[in-house]
């Protein structure tokens, strides 16, 4: 409504502006209120008071376009009688007389209007009653009565016999009777500029304006003569009324846009300064807001006269706070002084004239745009911080998505050192991000991580991030380093052996650093709790990883050794066995073999360790471990395998005396635990090839033999 209300505005100044006539049919089309409807008729009579008949007649088509029902009749009897009463064009005002009839049937006004141009045409009486008017105007000595006569008679022929003579005949008559017959001057004025007869027209207008007895009449001629001579081709004589017009009304629209245009083209801004200013004192405060526009661009853009036009940008901030021209000069403006604080008041004040939040996306968009701008400047231009904060502050309250705002409330509060507002913003942005979103709430968290490490050195809260970190994403190799590195620091040993135990467990860390993480921890383990049961499980998992890993060998030995673990001993120099060969590893089994009957007290276990160092041996076996099993055996009371060692002894005897020795003792076991006399006498007579007068060994022969029956 406040669209339609300016348009009509600006019609009264300028009936003739196309533009608005286009503008105003448009808004129309969207409905008119009551108000509406009321100004459009308020605006058809003024024009018609000024004799603009076909401008009102323009109005009626815009309201007929926008109104149905009933309201719709009552407007095409409007629009027929000012057809058929000021523009005589009986045949169109038949037509809306039928379509009002078509819409209400019974509408008295169209039907009598209908019968009368009936009445008239029939028979021709319309000639009849001109004549008659033609005649009484002869025989009138009364010039008021005369040049009625005349007019009416005029219209008569123009409403029935259009383009014929009588009409102009009879129009020129009722002006010679009286020049300031204004209806019969419109109507003589609109047949001339009809048939382009620019010369007479021009001559018409010339005695209207000597003729006018107001100032607007003889504005009205001067227009029209302006008009013509435009079409002659006299553009310089145009000029010339067109500053007689100003004179008259300096704001006169259709002769400010003349001179305007035509300063426009000689680039003589100064003169058009001086036009549109004459305009705007004679309109005053009030004045076209359009045109202090011009003048302040003119003044800014063509004269590069910024205080001057400051002047009129003021007048136009009084009527519209966020103009957007106004707002790009003191742009400039302030910037050129290095006033930036102004220009935040000023574009605060623009921010605070629009729309509210939610009234059209458009001025969402720029109400956005000017918080952005606010901030922006408030960063650049202000020597103090906190002013650019609040703005950009601001800005994320109306738009909490603003990715500018808070990446500039970072920069700000790291610039201003105000770490906990920077903590605050970050943590807001977790809380808001989507729990899928994990990527970027470590992101945000690592930015919460350096400012509780670097800026406020919070060790506790720096542990507790890295924690939130590694909840949210328990492979996150940074985090635990990070961390890892932190506890060092600190000297928090535990903590420290709990995240390493992470990493150690992360998939897709290389051997050897998996490897080194084991070592650390098993060494802070001894190193820094002195407990060497703990330190057990990461050696070993050291030596799944590295089998030949000497260091870690080493250790769990020691480890073994200390705890007594005995078996675990032995266990880890059987691998240490199965990696070697030769001499060497028989010694490795012969000392496990050792352990475990000496330690552990596991003779089977050390018999079989023993006799795979026997089967390995290139001899059937060293001493030591033949010496060894045979202890054993005893110990177990295995006879047999008792004297199986034996035998292996006395072949390996490096004297007879000892070699004797052992088969005695082989003899014995075998006739006295094992049962074996033949094998004891085989081993007693082997004794006496080696010493023939052994008084045993043939004491016992005679009994075996004896006892055999041999």
């Not at 209120?33 to 007649?57: E, F, I, M, Y």
């Not at 005029?154 to 009777?177: C, H, K, V």
């Not at 921890?521 to 499980?537: E, K, P, S, V």
């Not at 001499?583 to 073999?593: D, G, Q, T, V, Y």
Request: charged share 30%; hydrophobic share 45%.
């Amino acid at each position: 409504m406040a669209d339609l209300l300016q348009f009509l505005a600006l019609l009264d100044s300028d009936p003739d502006d196309a533009n608005v006539l286009a503008a105003l049919a448009d808004t129309a089309t969207r409905g008119l209120d009551p108000t509406g409807a009321q100004a459009l008729g308020h605006a058809k009579r003024s024009l018609r008071d000024r004799g603009r008949h076909d401008v009102a007649l323009r109005l009626l088509d815009v309201e007929l376009a926008a109104t149905n029902g009933p309201r719709r009749a009552d407007l095409l009897v409007e629009k027929g009688q000012l057809l058929d009463e000021e523009l005589l064009d009986e045949p169109a005002a038949a037509r809306c007389y039928e379509e009002a009839l078509g819409v209400r049937p019974d509408d008295e006004v169209a039907a009598e209007a209908l019968q009368q141009m009936a009445l008239n045409r029939a028979n021709e009486n319309w000639k009849k009653f001109a004549a008659k008017f033609v005649d009484e105007a002869k025989a009138s000595t009364d010039r008021k009565l005369t040049t009625s006569l005349y007019l009416t008679a005029a219209e008569n022929w123009a409403r029935y016999a259009p383009g014929s003579p009588e009409i102009e005949q009879y129009l020129r008559r009722s002006l010679d009777a009286d020049p300031h017959n204004r209806k019969a001057a419109l109507h003589l004025e609109r047949l001339l500029r009809g048939a382009g007869r620019w010369p007479e027209l021009a001559a018409l207008l010339d005695g209207r304006i000597d003729a006018a007895a107001t100032k607007e009449e003889r504005v009205a001629a001067l227009l029209g003569m302006v008009e013509v001579l435009q079409v002659l081709g006299e553009h310089e004589r145009a000029l010339e009324i067109g500053k007689k017009v100003l004179a008259m009304d300096p704001a006169q629209p259709r002769a400010l846009r003349l001179l305007g245009d035509a300063f426009e083209q000689q680039q003589n801004w100064q003169a058009l300064v001086m036009l549109y200013s004459g305009a705007l004192r004679a309109k005053g405060e009030s004045g076209d807001i359009g045109l202090v526009l011009q003048v302040a661009m003119i003044l800014w853009k063509r004269l590069g006269d910024l205080d001057g036009a400051e002047e009129y940008f003021r007048r136009i901030r009084k009527h519209d706070p966020a103009h957007p021209a106004a707002l790009d000069f003191y742009r400039a403006y302030y910037h050129g002084r290095g006033e930036g604080q102004k220009l935040v008041a000023i574009l605060r004040q623009a921010e605070k004239a629009l729309p509210p939040q939610g009234t059209s996306p458009a001025a969402d968009a720029r109400a956005r745009a000017l918080a952005l701008e606010i901030a922006e400047v408030s960063e650049v231009q202000l020597a103090t911080p906190d002013k650019a904060i609040d703005a950009w502050k601001q800005l994320l309250r109306s738009d909490p998505t603003s990715t500018e705002a808070k990446e500039a409330l970072k920069r700000l509060y790291r610039k201003a050192e105000k770490w906990n507002p920077l903590l605050d913003l970050l943590k807001d942005e977790i809380d808001k991000l989507p729990e899928s979103d994990v990527r970027g709430r470590v992101e945000r968290l690592y930015e919460v991580v350096a400012i509780y490490r670097d800026n406020l050195r919070q060790d506790p809260m720096v542990l507790n991030t890295y924690n939130a970190i590694l909840k949210l994403d328990p492979d996150d190799r940074r985090a635990v380093d990070e961390l890892a590195d932190k506890y060092r620091a600190m000297g928090r040993w535990q903590d420290l052996i709990g995240v390493l135990g992470k990493k150690a467990e992360m998939a897709g860390v290389p051997v050897a650093e998996r490897a080194g993480i084991l070592r650390e921890t098993a060494d802070l383990w001894i190193d820094r709790f002195g407990n060497y049961a703990q330190a057990i499980r990461p050696l070993e998992r050291l030596l799944e990883l590295s089998p030949a890993d000497v260091d870690a060998i080493a250790r769990l030995k020691d480890i073994y050794t200390r705890r007594r673990q005995w078996r675990q001993l032995i266990g880890l120099l059987g691998k240490e066995a199965d990696a070697i060969h030769g001499a060497e590893r028989l010694h490795k089994l012969s000392e496990m073999a050792r352990l475990a009957a000496e330690r552990v007290g596991d003779t089977r276990l050390s018999i079989e360790i023993h006799n795979r160092v026997v089967a390995e041996h290139a001899d059937g076996g060293d001493d030591e471990t033949l010496a060894a099993l045979a202890n054993l055996y005893e110990r177990e009371k295995r006879w047999l395998a008792l004297a199986e060692i034996l035998g292996r002894q006395r072949r390996r005897a490096q004297t007879p005396q000892e070699a004797v020795a052992l088969l005695e003792k082989q003899g014995a076991l075998l006739a006295d635990r094992v049962g074996a006399p033949a094998q004891a006498a085989e081993a007693f007579a082997d004794i006496l090839k080696l010493d023939p007068g052994h008084a045993k060994a043939l004491r016992t022969l005679r009994e075996l033999y004896a006892a055999a029956q041999d």
